[in-house]
């Protein structure tokens, strides 16, 4: 049997912070403003994953209000999504992600991001994909107040 999940979540730059996306820590002026680290990436990945088995959210499991996960790595977040999904019988098959921010320049730490992901999915790199794409100079991404990501995830129980 096969479900699909989609997760969306977008993050506003702040000063002092890192900017860690899709696990990877990128070199930047500004990092996101967050409870955890803010990694909207793997934010998304996490409401993709519980999405497709319908297990709530992101903020329903791991409040913006409980001190364990102050700076938090968002890896523990779809680790645990992929666990819950792994008690109704179900594995991750693939993950396509879509990260829209109008700087930095994402595209050199793809792969990087990529093979972060997996890890945290706990399938192979080539069972993620990552795109990312700037929104073109329009609206809030684009004047660069922030980061938004999109993931899309296929679940599957063995055959
Ligand atoms: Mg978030």
Do not use: C, K
């Given at each position: 049997?096969?479900?699909v999940g989609?997760?969306?979540?977008?993050?506003?730059?702040?000063?002092g912070r890192a900017l860690v996306?899709?696990?990877?820590?990128?070199?930047?002026?500004r990092g996101l403003e967050g409870h955890s680290d803010a990694d909207a990436a793997l934010h998304a990945v996490t409401d993709a994953v519980l999405g497709a088995l319908a297990l709530g959210d992101i903020g329903s499991l791991f409040a913006d209000t409980d001190p364990r996960w102050k700076g938090a790595d968002s890896a523990v977040f779809v680790r645990?999504?992929?666990?819950r999904a792994g008690e109704k019988g179900f594995a991750v098959a693939n993950c396509d992600v879509t990260v829209l921010a109008e700087a930095p320049?994402?595209?050199?730490?793809?792969?990087?991001m990529?093979?972060?992901i997996a890890a945290a999915l706990g399938v192979?790199?080539?069972?993620?994909?990552v795109k990312a794409k700037?929104?073109?100079g329009m609206g809030w991404i684009g004047r660069g107040e922030g980061v938004a990501a999109l993931a899309v995830v296929m679940m599957e129980t063995p055959e």
């Open positions: 049997m096969q479900r989609f997760g969306y979540d977008s993050h506003r730059f702040a000063e996306l899709g696990g990877v820590r990128i070199e930047h002026d645990e999504a992929v666990r320049r994402l595209a050199p730490h793809r792969d990087a990529r093979r972060s192979a790199p080539n069972a993620v994909s700037t929104n073109e």
